[in-house]
């Protein structure tokens, strides 16, 4: 069996994460996320606070709630030139479903690749935030605002286009159409189409 990869790059509260792993269940492949991080922890013998922290330096991730940190930029881009090595050696070994940091953007150029971005009307979003995530309302619409300033901004930096970018996604869906199952079926089959030659029955 040939080996695909499908990247997830997502708004918060879209259900991104449980959509992808989902996807991941249908397609009976590897789900990758935090796992990421924790590998370039490993691999760099630092804890893994402390790439979460790089992280949201760079890219301003909950900066209302974190200081910002000392990292140099140099460190910063060591972390994600680590992270950028384990992506690629994930896809070159197997089929798997890739979640965030800027995966789409180390996988540009991989011939089976499917780039998705998952996105929900703010109503929706919020909804998710306050009914699935068990977050109050003010909480959630300050989140919403800043994770997707910091995704944004991080993406931005290191890949120089937006996660949302048309030009460089396969796939731009409306979670609150089809809702997690819905959806992750829905990317299933569009998966199973692209990857004909690649998926096993």
């Given at each position: 069996m040939k080996k695909f990869v499908i990247t997830i790059a997502r708004e918060f509260g879209s259900l991104g994460r449980p959509i992808a792993k989902r996807l991941a269940e249908l397609l009976e492949v590897e789900f990758y996320d935090r796992d990421i991080v924790e590998?370039?922890?490993?691999?760099?013998?630092?804890?893994?606070?402390?790439?979460?922290?790089?992280?949201?330096?760079?890219?301003?991730?909950?900066?209302?709630?974190?200081?910002?940190g000392t990292e140099s930029a140099e460190h910063q881009k060591a972390i994600f030139d680590c992270q950028s090595r384990i992506i690629?050696?994930?896809?070159?070994?197997?089929?798997?479903?890739?979640?965030?940091?800027?995966?789409?953007?180390?996988?540009?150029?991989?011939?089976?690749?499917?780039?998705?971005?998952?996105?929900a009307p703010y109503a929706d979003r919020l909804a998710n935030?306050?009914?699935?995530?068990?977050?109050?309302?003010?909480?959630?619409?300050?989140?919403?605002?800043e994770v997707d300033k910091a995704r944004n901004a991080y993406h931005k930096y290191f890949a120089?286009?937006?996660?949302?970018?048309?030009?460089?996604?396969?796939?731009?869906?409306?979670?609150?159409?089809?809702?997690?199952e819905g959806t992750a079926q829905a990317l299933a089959a569009i998966a199973r189409q692209k990857f004909a030659d690649n998926i096993e029955e």
């Amino acid at each position: 069996m040939k080996k695909f990869v499908i990247t997830i790059a997502r708004e918060f509260g879209s259900l991104g994460r449980p959509i992808a792993k989902r996807l991941a269940e249908l397609l009976e492949v590897e789900f990758y996320d935090r796992d990421i991080v924790e590998a370039a922890a490993k691999k760099m013998n630092l804890p893994v606070s402390v790439i979460s922290k790089a992280e949201e330096k760079k890219s301003g991730f909950f900066q209302m709630m974190f200081p910002l940190g000392t990292e140099s930029a140099e460190h910063q881009k060591a972390i994600f030139d680590c992270q950028s090595r384990i992506i690629s050696d994930l896809a070159a070994k197997e089929s798997c479903i890739i979640v965030g940091r800027c995966s789409d953007y180390v996988l540009a150029d991989e011939p089976h690749a499917m780039h998705v971005y998952i996105y929900a009307p703010y109503a929706d979003r919020l909804a998710n935030c306050v009914g699935t995530l068990h977050m109050d309302k003010s909480e959630a619409k300050k989140m919403i605002y800043e994770v997707d300033k910091a995704r944004n901004a991080y993406h931005k930096y290191f890949a120089k286009f937006l996660p949302s970018d048309p030009e460089h996604k396969h796939i731009i869906i409306n979670s609150a159409l089809l809702e997690v199952e819905g959806t992750a079926q829905a990317l299933a089959a569009i998966a199973r189409q692209k990857f004909a030659d690649n998926i096993e029955e």
